[in-house]
């Protein structure tokens, strides 16, 4: 797996990457498909240039309207979970952000489908994917708890931010055997976990505790 040839990276330190990989590494993470792509993707044109010189930290960052870039190592294990037993071809990502989880998970998958309901946000990373010459991720701007029924059934179904319950409806556009790992919880303390459909039922696991923005309603 190569992953993209991502275009227009100029030239960020491969050095300050491999950093990064080295550190999640450490901190847990052994999918050598994850780390090969933490190597290559930019998270430095995915936030402010004010905050460029901190992108390759282990740490979430403000990319404006309240809303943060998610930590490279929640990154990193979400993505490590969500390919566990064999790649996904389609995944509905729910909170597109920075577009950094979509861009990840765009190099180890055949489609993404991404949902942000903040327009300045969708926006952005609408040009960023353009800017780097990703080409199979779709985008909306809307409220991610009605999912994307005309893009359903996918494999693979991952909230970047955390509702007090997930929302039926995603569950309902969930294939056979597929996954949906999310956040879940009220207020800074939540569990990480992941649903895995087996015909009818859902196989429920805790993964570790997290600490997500809140899934909010509506578009703004
Ligand atoms: N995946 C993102 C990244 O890589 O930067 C992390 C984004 S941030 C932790 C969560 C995002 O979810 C925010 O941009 C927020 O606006 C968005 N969000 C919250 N509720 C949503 C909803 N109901 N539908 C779509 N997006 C939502």
Same mark, same amino acid.
């Given at each position: 797996m190569d992953g993209h040839r991502l275009q227009g990276i100029g030239m960020t330190s491969r050095r300050t990457r491999e950093r990064l990989?080295?550190?999640?590494?450490?901190?847990?993470?052994?999918?050598?498909?994850v780390l090969n792509i933490i190597r290559q993707i930019p998270r430095?044109?995915?936030?402010?240039?004010?905050?460029? +010189?901190?992108?390759? *930290?282990? @740490?979430?960052?403000p990319i404006g309207h309240g809303q943060t870039i998610s930590q490279p190592f929640v990154v990193a294990r979400m993505t490590e979970i969500?390919?566990?037993? #064999?790649?996904?071809?389609?995944?509905? *990502?729910?909170? @597109?952000? +920075?577009?950094?989880?979509?861009a990840v998970l765009s190099a180890l998958v055949e489609h993404v489908h991404t949902i942000e309901r903040i327009r300045a946000l969708h926006e952005r990373s609408r040009r960023l994917?353009?800017?780097? #010459?990703i080409s199979n991720i779709r985008q909306r701007l809307g409220d991610g708890h009605a999912g994307w029924p005309a893009a359903a059934p996918f494999d693979a179904i991952v909230l970047t931010a955390a509702p007090p319950a997930i929302p039926q409806v995603l569950f309902e556009q969930l294939g056979e055997g597929g996954k949906l790992l999310a956040?879940?919880?009220?207020? *800074?303390?939540?569990e990480l976990r992941v649903y895995?459909?087996? #015909?009818?039922?859902?196989? *429920?696991e805790a993964v570790e505790p997290v +600490?997500?923005?809140?899934?909010l309603g509506g578009t703004e």
């Open positions: 990989a080295a550190r999640l590494g450490d901190a847990g993470i052994r999918d050598v498909h430095h044109l995915f936030v402010d240039e004010a905050l460029a +010189s901190r992108a390759y *930290e282990d @740490t979430a960052l969500l390919i566990r037993n #064999g790649m996904p071809g389609r995944v509905l *990502e729910v909170g @597109t952000g +920075s577009g950094y989880q979509a994917f353009r800017q780097l #010459g956040p879940v919880g009220n207020g *800074e303390a939540q895995h459909r087996d #015909g009818d039922a859902l196989v *429920e +600490s997500f923005v809140p899934m």
